[in-house]
């Protein structure tokens, strides 16, 4: 088989928190569902789609930077999941793209698109409705972003607080990235 090859590593230093927190969840479950929203070049779905064998992947990403490699990029992201095709769907376009998705059809939605704190709310409201109660969230770069514009911080902490007044999630994991579960929540107030 081919070995994966890229470009640049924005993943690895997460695996040992995605061995202890993502990987029992994705154990527990016949045939995960997983969507990706921002693959780039697939070194996270690759890593999933080797170490869970019935996992099924839907990756979002419209691989279309300004400069010239965004069709390198998109390339080298199907070279890399050729092996596991039949288990990945791919939707090139932007993330609202996950409108046309089912409602709590997924188990685990990772949120690393555009970093900016706009498009980290409006995936973070889509995302959560694509996920089954149980299901886990991750945000990337909670801890880190420019601070400036490319900053997802202040929108994952928005999520928190909007989601956790009706007890719809639960923090599982808060280091470089912050990671939820979705919990069945109480129901919002009638007026
Ligand atoms: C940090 S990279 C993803 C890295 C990948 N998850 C990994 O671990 O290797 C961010 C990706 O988000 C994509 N992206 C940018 N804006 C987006 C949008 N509006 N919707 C979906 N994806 C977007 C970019 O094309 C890029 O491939």
């Known amino acids: 088989m081919q070995q994966p090859s890229f470009t640049t590593d924005w993943f690895s230093h997460n695996i040992p928190t995605w061995e202890q927190v993502i990987s029992p969840h994705l154990r527990s479950l016949p045939s995960p569902k997983v969507l990706e929203v921002g693959a780039f070049e697939g070194r996270s779905s690759v890593w999933l789609l080797q170490n869970f064998p019935a996992l099924r992947l839907t990756v979002i990403d419209p691989w279309a930077f300004t400069n010239d490699a965004s069709e390198d990029t998109f390339k080298r992201f199907k ?30 939605v990772y949120i690393d698109g555009e970093h900016t704190s706009a498009a980290v709310i409006h995936d973070a409201v889509l995302g959560f409705e694509l996920l089954k109660v149980g299901g886990l969230m991750i945000f990337d770069d909670y801890q880190g972003g420019d601070k400036t514009v490319m900053y997802p911080k202040p929108a994952v902490d928005f999520f928190h607080q909007a989601y956790g007044a009706l007890n719809r999630l639960e923090l599982i994991s808060d280091s470089y990235q912050r990671i939820y579960r979705k919990t069945d929540g109480i129901a919002p107030p009638q007026y």
């Open 79 to 108: 070279n890399n999941v050729a092996p596991y095709s039949e288990r990945v769907s791919v939707m090139k376009g932007k993330s609202q793209l996950m409108r046309s998705l089912p409602d709590r059809e997924f188990d685990l």
